[in-house]
């Protein structure tokens, strides 16, 4: 596979650099970047050079409501979508013990405006590696993590990329060097997925589940 290709349907740099989803190829900003590839000697130093120099949206576009880590956009018809990012500026991880009330708190907030302001919705979906971590997991209803399944072909997404990150920005050591060991014994593109240390989980639940919980 050619490396421009590998870069573009592989991996999240498209939607970190040109924040959109149009995966289109010949996009200037995207362009350019592939332009310095080919210039620059190595290209782990050129690609973090240009995401230093791009505008850092941290929120997709798409997002109506924002609640501290929490936040809201439509998904299909009748359904919305939950995303989460670090905006703790706490001492303690926005996972930890200490901050449950405040991500609990939050949680209350956008289900109440989802329940304002969005009259027809029915369901409330979510896509993330972070579901499979228990201090995530607590903060949400039975129902809505016990109906999780594994999301498939997400390695353009953050909700597979993000497992590699800490809150503050940097990389996972021991996480990122179990997935390139494992990259490396793979022969087959088809089992790229099964590298990675978590699986990115999708799951839904009917909007009443999550008014019942926050209630
Ligand atoms: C989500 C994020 C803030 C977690 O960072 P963190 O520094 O681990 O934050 P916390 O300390 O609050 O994590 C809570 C717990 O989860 C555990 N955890 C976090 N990432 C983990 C991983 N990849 N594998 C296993 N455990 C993990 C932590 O070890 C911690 O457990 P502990 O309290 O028992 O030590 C960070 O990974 C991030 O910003 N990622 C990028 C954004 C992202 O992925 N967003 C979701 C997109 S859908």
Known sequence: MPLNEALLDYTN???????????????????????????????GDWTYHFYRHRPHRVQPASVIATFGCFSY?????????????NANRHWH??????????????????????????????????VSWLYNLTAYRR???????????????RFRNMPLWGQFLNRHGGVRKDAAMLFARRVCD??????????FPLQPLAVPAPVEAFYEFYA
């Open 13 to 43: 740099l498209y939607v970190r650099f040109v924040a959109d989803r149009e995966f289109d190829r010949d996009n200037p900003v995207w362009s350019a970047y592939l332009a310095g590839l080919r210039d620059n000697i190595d290209p």
């Open 73 to 85: 956009a439509l998904g299909e018809p009748g359904q919305i979508r939950l995303h989460f990012h």
């Open 93 to 126: 991880g926005p996972l930890s013990d200490e901050r449950v009330s405040s991500r609990l708190s939050e949680l209350t907030s956008l289900v109440q405006h989802v329940r304002a302001q969005q009259g027809d919705v029915r369901q409330i979906a979510g």
């Open 139 to 153: 903060l949400f209803p039975e129902s809505y993590i016990s109906a999780a399944t594994v999301a498939t072909n």
């Open 186 to 195: 793979q022969t087959h593109v088809d089992d790229l997925a099964r590298c």
